[in-house]
């Protein structure tokens, strides 16, 4: 699959490359993101390289993960989203924010916008979220978003080679007023 451009208001989301490598390197020196993040930590300029380089461009090509560098417009890097394929339907959702642009709803508002494009342009059913138990601010945003919190499963989230216990949580198309690709069935109470 092809990069594709995404547009709101405020936000670009696009494919990072070259041209961002040292942005997204620069952001990533924040403690917070090497916390609460699977990234490399210390994250090296290597690091970011490869992201740029290889990582994004691959996951588009492979169609297995559809990663977006968010930026203002007129350009600052605002954060990173990814969407991974899981299973049939299924992506996992994550991101990561610059800390000069945290508090304005930009991910909130960026995760809407790649949720919509993923359910009515991919096809997929269901996106998943998933964050360590205490990122709170991951959590803000996906509650803003409107992802329903589904609990807590233990031992099911590896950082740095730590098992830790994660939060997860679910946004469906109905959820945001659109048709899904397969009928759901819910379970009944």
């Known amino acids: 699959m092809r990069p594709v451009t995404l547009?709101?208001?405020r936000l670009v989301l696009r494919a990072v490359g070259p041209a961002d490598t040292d942005a997204v390197y620069v952001a990533v020196q924040n403690p917070d993101i090497q916390r609460w993040t699977?990234?490399?930590?210390?994250y090296l300029p290597e690091h970011a390289l490869t992201f740029t380089e290889q990582i994004v461009p691959d996951g588009w090509a492979q169609a297995s993960m559809f990663g977006f560098g968010v930026f203002v417009t007129g350009g600052a890097l605002v954060g990173v989203l990814g969407l991974t394929?899981?299973?049939l339907g299924m992506a996992e959702i994550g991101f990561w924010a610059a800390r000069e642009h945290r508090g304005n709803g930009y991910m909130?508002?960026?995760t809407l916008t790649a949720c919509r494009w993923i359910f009515t342009e991919v096809g997929v059913d269901r996106v998943e979220w998933r964050a360590e138990v205490g990122n709170h601010a991951s959590r803000a945003v996906a509650e803003h978003a409107g992802f329903t919190i589904e609990g807590t499963l233990r031992s099911a989230h590896n950082n740095k080679g730590v098992r830790r216990d994660c939060w997860v949580g679910s946004l469906l198309p109905?959820?945001?007023r659109l048709p899904s690709t397969a009928p759901?069935?819910?379970a009944r109470s």
């Open 174 to 176: 109905s959820d945001l």
């Open 108 to 110: 909130t508002e960026a």
């Open 38 to 42: 699977t990234i490399p930590s210390p």
């Open 85 to 87: 394929m899981r299973s």
């Open 184 to 186: 759901y069935l819910p």
């Open 7 to 9: 547009t709101t208001d």
